[in-house]
Nanobody
Framework: QLQLVQSGGGLVQPGGSLRLSCAAS????????IGWFRQAPGKEREGVSC????????NYADSVKGRFTISRDNAKNTVYLQMNSLKPEDTAVYYC????????????????WGQGTQVTVSS
């Protein structure tokens, strides 16, 4: 079965850090761009960050630039999202997704999705 399995997330105080992981099962991530999206209650899903298949290209939403870092370890078939200096407005369900094309802000361009993980930033 082809799937992305997410781990990490949870409750953290403002200013804290979390790392999300996204591991592929049943296929290799080597040929896929990987995006991270998030969706807060009552809001549309938004792109947070993306990394190209070989890791040479990354992009970030303006709201997370300088605070989040995306990386990948193809040997481990895993992509990471390191989130520092977290703010309450970062609270959302975070999803990773794999695209057989290039990085995109459009969710429809992604072929596989993780199950989602809750990130809550609150004191």
């Amino acid at each position: 079965q082809l799937q992305l399995v997410q781990s990490g997330g949870g409750l953290v105080q403002p200013g804290g850090s979390l790392r999300l992981s996204c591991a592929a099962s049943g296929f290799t991530l080597d040929y896929y761009a990987i995006g991270w999206f998030r969706q807060a209650p009552g809001k549309e899903r938004e792109g947070v960050s993306c990394i190209s298949s070989r890791g040479g290209y990354t992009n970030y939403a303006d709201s997370v630039k300088g605070r989040f870092t995306i990386s990948r370890d193809n040997a481990k078939n895993t992509v990471y999202l390191q989130m520092n200096s977290l703010k309450p407005e970062d609270t959302a369900v975070y999803y990773c997704a794999a695209s057989a094309y290039v990085c995109s802000q459009t969710p429809l361009r992604y072929n596989y999705w993780g199950q989602g993980t809750q990130v809550t930033v609150s004191s």
